[in-house]
DNA sequence: CCTCTTATTATCTATGTGATATTATCATTT
DNA sequence: AAATGATAATATCACATAGATAATAAGAGG
């Protein structure tokens, strides 16, 4: 929730300017540190957007990034001074004639936006806001953007082993794709395929109730 | 060929800074067309290059796009003010232990650099390095990554579009995704597969010897 | 009308995918 | 110590998709 002019009161993704002898990546993943208390495996590029009236201050070049963390890792927002800062749950709908709407909701906070889809290239889509609620800037163009980009990136099995450590189980590995991709696959199936995509090691959890499972890598 | 210190004498690939009221790939395509006299279809975003000591001037943060461009359009280049600007042919070979060759050549000139594997995240490889020969700044790193992310990318049938023009033959849109990723398919497998992501005009290619063969269009 | 060239379709076979059933291995309960 | 419940992991069937080869179609040019 920003506290000052431009857009008071309207929510806003994390983000800060870049300092120097930082790359925009290791800027990103500080400021997001810094804002939410949470520090991300790795940062997915989604884009850059540098239309010149995005901000009403002046000129702003933003790169956005996203990333997956553990569930977790959602309880430590907010624990520092990142006081000010929400977790949204994320409805994203595409209507006939190329209008979406975006709605983040959490228990206390609904936001709604309306895009319309302008073109698709390169799998990325992108968007033009119709009308951005209480988002501040081009923030719902952002999330659109990257939420897009998000579920075409996690439809190859060679990309979702980034939004987990290096070792993980083929459960927790199939769990990613699932919710990235708003889908549901049968395990078996899933192993088969990923299969050659990842080298066992000789790890396995533990005290889980159940049969362990063995931890995996990244293959290669 | 830069004509000016830094890098003096070195090839560079075509760049240029951001002008007001224009966004980065507005920018990206007047630069293309100004130094080469090629205008492309569309540009594909390959990264964002901004550690701080890449430029030696001081801090210059660079955006990469990528495209393919019609056979004819090659030798439009150099017709204008674009004299000094040649077409390289690439060969890239990733050797064992994560070191990688980069050659460029045509008639003339030969560049070479040396690269390492740093990491592969979200589809898209990062290098480093360790020679870049007579090639300008970090542009060694930008080839390798962007010839990378392209083939990376062309693995898909829904982006290989938009390197051609509204209308096409799948023949031509087989030589892409061939020319890309430098596999060769079976013209009858090819068709199977992409007749999905394609709808049939009426219209036909004319006078060229043979059958002539249908255009098509993009899907959706 | 024959030939050359590329476009387009048909079809055989091998390989991969979705679905279901079965077995394995732990912690906990009885 | 045996039964139970939970998740991990494997086996296998029917079906769909992909690779390969062959056949057919439709132009231009001699």
Same mark, same amino acid.
């Given at each position: ?5 431009? @857009? ?79 977790? @949204? ?32 290239? @390169? ?66 199936? @899933? ?30």
């Amino acid at each position: 929730m920003r506290g000052a002019h431009p @857009f008071k009161d309207h929510w806003a993704l994390p983000g800060g300017f870049l300092k120097p002898n930082e790359t925009i990546e290791e800027c990103a993943l500080r400021e997001i540190t810094e804002e939410t208390n949470v520090t991300p495996v790795s940062l997915m590029p989604v884009g850059v957007f540098s239309e010149p009236e995005r901000d009403p201050r002046g000129w702003v070049i933003s790169n956005a990034y996203t990333s997956i963390i553990s569930e977790e890792s959602i309880n430590q927002i907010g624990g520092n001074d990142a006081s000010d800062a929400r977790w @949204f749950g994320i409805r994203f709908e595409k209507g006939d004639s190329g209008e979406a709407q975006l709605f983040l909701s959490n228990g206390e906070i609904q936001l709604r936006a309306t895009l319309t889809e302008e073109s698709t290239k @390169f799998g990325k889509t992108s968007f033009r806001i119709k009308d951005s609620g209480t988002l501040a800037f081009d923030h719902a163009k952002i999330i659109a953007t990257a939420l897009t980009a998000l579920r075409q990136e996690a439809g190859s099995f060679a990309t979702i082993f980034d939004f987990l450590p290096e070792k993980f189980t083929l459960t927790a590995l199939q769990k990613v794709q699932e919710a990235i991709m708003d889908i549901s696959v049968l395990p078996a199936n @899933f192993r088969r395929k990923i299969s050659e995509y990842v080298v066992e090691t000789d790890e396995y959890t533990q005290g889980a109730g159940h049969r362990p499972a063995k931890l995996y890598r990244k293959k290669l």
